[in-house]
């Protein structure tokens, strides 16, 4: 049995508690949080819940222990900070930062003989696999990734600090002509207007602005200025029946010539629906806590990405099985 | 430079050489041929053309050599005979036999002190990719590979071999219905005629009983009678103008759930449309050549496949600037 801790319990860290269930060589040890342990109760009976102070005291309990905060303040902290005492998993997404991410890891956890796999998931993580391995077969062709239809949290945010809303939900649709242009090797060039559009449903407070409210939505720049946005007043009722959950998803759409002068056209297709967003990259989570768990056993340390992990070791199955039943 | 070597100069080999061209890190080195070598003209100018049986003496000059022959007969005797001389990639595609061809190639590489990369391509290949990613993330999850539309050569062969026969072009094509009731989660269970359906395209000599070519065809067991097969009897030159290529695809589609339990669907989705099917699955044997050598520069022998490689040693992009520019 594979030992998982769960730093953090928010909809990432519940993901991942749902996702070791689904995995039988797999069992969760403990959860750490940041608030007050007595009052968290969490869904799996007999785990433990620790403050985040007392990890030390469980290292060695605990093969990869999976870090499930932001990537704005919490991980570029506790990524590093956390490979001094556990193998690790995070899910840092700000692409920018991922280099200077990658070598604060990399330093700890050569220095303290641990293993971390950083920017697990589904972009990065599933996405960034599907672009490499487009890009190596095809060497000349032009990727493109298409996000959605699904909630941005980001953007959701953004609206509900507008003055009079009093909540909302951003949906982030990629536009189905760009959808058709990329799939027939074109190789179109696309604005950020041209790709996506962005749905927003807005609940207001009685007597708001509705049209400054409007107004301010699609002018907010960065966040919506550059798209063509829709805005659709609803109810509070409505809002929690038809937008409670957290569905996304996306396209990575290669298209790519082959033969001598480049005769063949080629369009390698990758996409993803899926009901939560939490839920599904909780899941890459934990099939990447299971290789690095593996490669830490080999004497692997430092950090590495999905780009560096073989297919295999994702598998709960034998390799002599997977070449039977999988190649 | 990354000098590669052909063993076979069909429509596999001359797709190897064209996909060399697309990658400025690589060089062809040679060409070996069963057939006379004087009698042989290549596409690249300045290569030379080798019988197969003067390979030994040029062992120090390639890299990786890659085997181009058929699965039937060529592969299971020349992949492990040289891999004693060469890190070898081949393309071996029988599914039932591959753990005896892999154990064969492991035994003999590691022997030798050589790496050899075995069942690359597209299927099996990059679809074996997706099969063991897909598994590995949603774990219950039910895939499902659909080939086509593209134009098996096998079946091709078994109408040409029908007396009356002159030529002939056999497509494979998916069931949209199939492929939608797969994408929309129900997870069902189809019969292979519920699959796939065969098209073919037959050219017959003057004269022939069109009613029995077409019987023998529809009811050719293994092949035909387990399908709904329609048959087009064209003239030579239709035949040559519109089904003169070699176009293949296909999509590997798993859906399986998330959540504690199970309350979330999501469905993963591969597709590759190829207007030529030996142009694209050259390509791919080439990225895994490319990896070849350098896991062997790492000292890994015997047998490996595309389960077993970390993606970023397809690329030729150093990690880091994977890691920043794809990530």
């Excluded at 599904?280 to 934990?286: D, E, H, P, Q, R």
Aim: aromatic share 8%; net charge negative; hydrophobic share 35%.
């Amino acid at each position: 049995m594979i030992r998982i801790g769960i730093m953090g319990y928010g909809n990432l860290g519940r993901g991942v508690e749902a996702a070791i269930a689904h995995n039988p060589d797999m069992e969760l040890a403990a959860v750490f949080t940041r608030r007050s342990p007595d009052g968290l109760k969490i869904a799996t009976e007999g785990v433990p819940v620790f403050h985040c102070s007392e990890a030390e005291a469980h290292k060695d309990d605990i093969d990869v222990l999976i870090l499930c905060g932001g990537s704005a303040t919490d991980l570029p902290k506790q990524t590093p900070e956390y490979i001094r005492l556990f193998n690790v998993v995070d899910s840092f997404d700000t692409h920018a930062n991922i280099p200077e991410h990658f070598d604060a890891v990399d330093a700890s956890g050569n220095k303290y003989g641990r293993l971390g796999l950083i920017s697990c998931g589904w972009d990065p993580g599933m996405f960034s696999l599907n672009r490499v391995y487009a890009s190596a077969v095809l060497p000349d062709c032009a990727t493109y990734t298409f996000w959605g239809k699904g909630v941005s949290q980001g953007h959701s945010d953004a609206i509900r600090r507008i003055e009079g809303v009093k909540d909302a939900r951003q949906y982030t649709v990629p536009v189905s002509e760009a959808l058709d242009r990329v799939r027939s090797g074109e190789n179109p060039e696309l604005t950020t207007r041209q790709k996506h559009t962005r749905e927003c449903y807005v609940v207001v407070e009685d007597g708001a602005d509705k049209e400054r409210i409007e107004r301010e939505i699609v002018t907010m720049p960065n966040y919506f200025s550059d798209y063509d946005t829709t805005v659709n007043f609803i109810s509070e009722q409505e809002l929690k029946e038809k937008h409670g959950g957290i569905p996304h998803g996306g396209f990575v759409i290669s298209s790519g010539k082959t033969g001598l002068n480049g005769e063949y056209d080629n369009v390698i297709e990758y996409s993803l629906k899926l009901d939560s967003n939490p839920a599904f990259t909780s899941s890459v989570l934990i099939a990447y806590a299971r290789a690095v768990y593996r490669m830490s056993k080999e004497g692997k340390t430092g950090c590495v990405t999905v780009l560096d992990v073989p297919p295999a070791y994702l598998s709960p199955l034998a390799p002599e099985q997977l070449r039977k039943s999988m190649l």
